[in-house]
Nanobody
């Protein structure tokens, strides 16, 4: 079983940047596709970005393309979400998730972190 812990959230002004980190323990991160999800008040949880187990494939939801970058360092058991040009609409709790590496990177995710709050002020 893999456990995930997010860090790096906080308060930032519009136009600013944050980098979220997700550190895995219990199993090697290379065994999993990884995704970043977010959930804003009153909205359903949304897949923001995903990366395959090897890093060869990535996915971004349209609203963050060109602004966010997902990356991973399997040697450090860590996945990152670099968020630039942040907008108030990006305000949400951001969750790291892990899924079986043989699944679609926009498909099933089985393991979840507890989330980290990102707040973007105008």
């Amino acid at each position: 079983q893999v456990q995930l812990v997010e860090s790096g959230g906080g308060l930032v002004q519009a136009g600013g940047s944050l980098r979220l980190s997700c550190e895995a323990s219990g199993r090697p991160l290379r065994n999993y596709n990884m995704g970043w999800f977010r959930q804003a008040p009153g909205k359903e949880r949304e897949l923001v970005a995903a990366i395959s187990w090897s890093g060869a494939r990535t996915y971004y939801t349209d609203s963050v393309k060109g602004r966010f970058t997902i990356s991973r360092d399997n040697a450090k058991n860590t996945v990152y979400l670099q968020m630039n040009s942040l907008k108030p609409e990006d305000t949400a709790v951001y969750y790291c998730a892990a899924g079986d590496r043989y699944s679609s990177i926009i498909g099933r995710y089985d393991y979840w972190g507890q989330g980290t709050q990102v707040t973007v002020s105008s």
